[in-house]
């Protein structure tokens, strides 16, 4: 497994808990070239950030790659880096939150790859999320169950997962990387955006189409919003199950999936199924 860095900066011994336990699983781990470079807030600039990823997907015995942290930087790679050989020699590449970006385009090329915590946010997680990144990369699939929501829609789907960090999704609109959504189940979640972004955000996905023929929609967790002087007036989940009101496919909010310590693991671009009833919700990968 390599660790590159394609956002933010990072530092060496932030990384030392992730790197001790992905080696206790039997994982032989290869920190990437230019890792502990800086470059203002980024991790090198973005032509040896670029190289590193490169570097990584590349490399023939390199069959996984870890993103050392989210943060911003990884849009800027995009026009310097070749995803196509993963086509030829597919890897695992994991990551979250600013790597939504490569989740996006890698499914776009129609390859799967997985949303899960990373180095950086190693200590802060429970061990649950962390033996969900331990299963995914072992190809043990993965099933969980929810308590009933409120703002939840009863259904039943089974589609290709789908998604990531919202705000990533919306920056990608209009773009080559945009995520095609129609017949899956997207999955967002999002970290310290005001709701009124958060409104403008899923209005715009729902002008462009986006939300209309999902299959379903799981709602991780969107943590530390905020709020004007004057208060919005609805919570992020709430600005959220207004914008699908007018749908039929089943919603379920309050996965364990996004900038929160229980960050379980998901397959992007490989099938799940999503039943939602009136006692719970559960998520299955096929």
């Known amino acids: 497994m390599a660790i590159v860095a394609t956002a933010r900066k990072v530092a060496r011994e932030e990384l030392t808990p992730a790197v001790n336990a992905l080696e206790s699983w039997g994982l032989q781990v290869i920190l990437g070239p230019n890792l502990f470079e800086e470059d203002h807030q980024y991790g090198g600039t973005d032509e040896r950030r670029a190289e590193a990823l490169q570097w990584a997907i590349d490399l023939p015995h390199v069959k996984a790659i870890l993103c050392a942290r989210g943060g911003y930087g990884t849009m800027r790679l995009m026009n310097r880096v070749n995803l196509s050989p993963l086509k030829h020699q597919p890897k695992i590449l994991a990551g979250f939150s600013d790597i939504t970006v490569l989740h996006s385009a890698l499914n776009n090329i129609g390859l799967s790859s997985l949303h899960s915590t990373m180095p950086l946010s190693w200590p802060n997680n429970t061990p649950e999320a962390i033996e969900s990144l331990r299963k995914a990369l072992f190809g043990v699939k993965s099933s969980v169950e929810l308590h009933a929501n409120k703002l939840n829609r009863v259904g039943l789907a089974e589609a290709q997962l789908v998604g990531g960090n919202l705000s990533l999704l919306y920056a990608l609109s209009g773009t ?77 909010f309050d996965f364990p999936c996004g900038h929160i310590a229980d ?11 999503l039943e939602v009833s009136g006692s719970g919700a559960s998520l299955r990968n096929l």
């Open 263 to 273: 960050n379980q693991a998901l397959w992007l671009g490989k099938l799940y199924e």
């Open 176 to 252: 080559p990387y945009k995520l095609e959504t129609d017949g899956k189940i997207l999955f967002i979640e999002d970290l310290d955006e005001y709701l009124y972004h958060i409104d403008r955000m899923m209005l715009s996905l729902k002008m462009s189409g986006a939300l209309a023929n999902l299959a379903g929609l799981v709602v991780g967790g969107m943590s530390d919003m905020k709020d004007n002087t004057v208060p919005f007036g609805k919570t992020a989940e709430e600005i959220i199950r207004e914008h699908v009101n007018a749908y039929n496919y089943p919603v379920c």
